[in-house]
């Protein structure tokens, strides 16, 4: 699956996007996997899973699917898949089947997740303002381990990754964007702070 809808202007980092107070982001219910599934349908290019098997998938771990509402209204979606370390591994040598991964590759709902992929954002108007609240939700201590990974799907989708911080990777999976964890970075090298504490030491004589 893939990502749609929306742009943001501004480049703002995933874990830093701003929480837009007029959408509301909370874990779906069953009785709005249908919609979703049909919004879905509509706005993603490739998907293939159906309201049926994608209930299967939401029954497994109820945080994986989220929707954004504004005044009780369906703006939107987001799927994740949560992957153990097997699963992990399996996504950067292609070995996943993303249109219908076996259970097996998913840390249980009461696991901590080695890797996330954003299964897809389908979202109209301003429900894409919830991708800030969205990112909330994955700083939970159970998904903070887990960098992000997705494959956009259609141009609004790259802009999207592009401007929230995720990045082409090399993998066998093709196409597929990262997401490292803020808290994840090596610390930059700053060339100038050896160059300034040498420059006081050198006052010092």
């Not at 919004?39 to 954004?68: C, N, W």
């Not at 987001?78 to 991964?101: K, R, V, Y």
């Not at 979202?123 to 939700?137: D, S, V």
């Not at 997705?150 to 141009?155: F, R």
Request: aromatic share 10%; with cysteine; glycine share 8%.
């Amino acid at each position: 699956m893939g990502m749609e809808r929306g742009s943001l202007a501004p480049r703002h980092d995933f874990d830093a996007l701003p929480l837009t107070p007029e959408i509301d982001v909370r874990c779906a219910q069953l009785s709005e996997i249908a919609a979703l599934s049909e919004m879905a349908h509509r706005l993603v290019p490739g998907v293939e899973i159906g309201a049926v098997e994608l209930a299967k998938y939401f029954a497994f771990d109820p945080q994986s699917i989220l929707t954004f509402t504004r005044k009780g209204s369906l703006l939107g979606g987001m799927a994740f898949l949560f992957l153990n370390d097997h699963g992990h591994d399996a996504l950067l040598l292609d070995e996943i089947c993303l249109t219908a991964p076996e259970t097996r590759y998913l840390a249980s709902a009461n696991d901590d997740v080695a890797a996330i992929y954003i299964w897809a954002i389908a979202a109209t108007g301003r429900g894409i303002g919830g991708l800030g609240k969205a990112a909330a939700h994955l700083r939970q201590l159970r998904f903070r381990g887990a960098d992000c990974y997705a494959q956009p799907s259609t141009v609004a989708g790259r802009e999207i990754m592009g401007a929230t911080g995720f990045k082409p990777i090399a993998s066998f999976q093709p196409d597929l964007w990262c997401y490292e964890r803020p808290w994840h970075r090596r610390p930059m090298r700053m060339p100038g702070a050896f160059v300034q504490s040498r420059s006081f030491a050198d006052a010092r004589h």
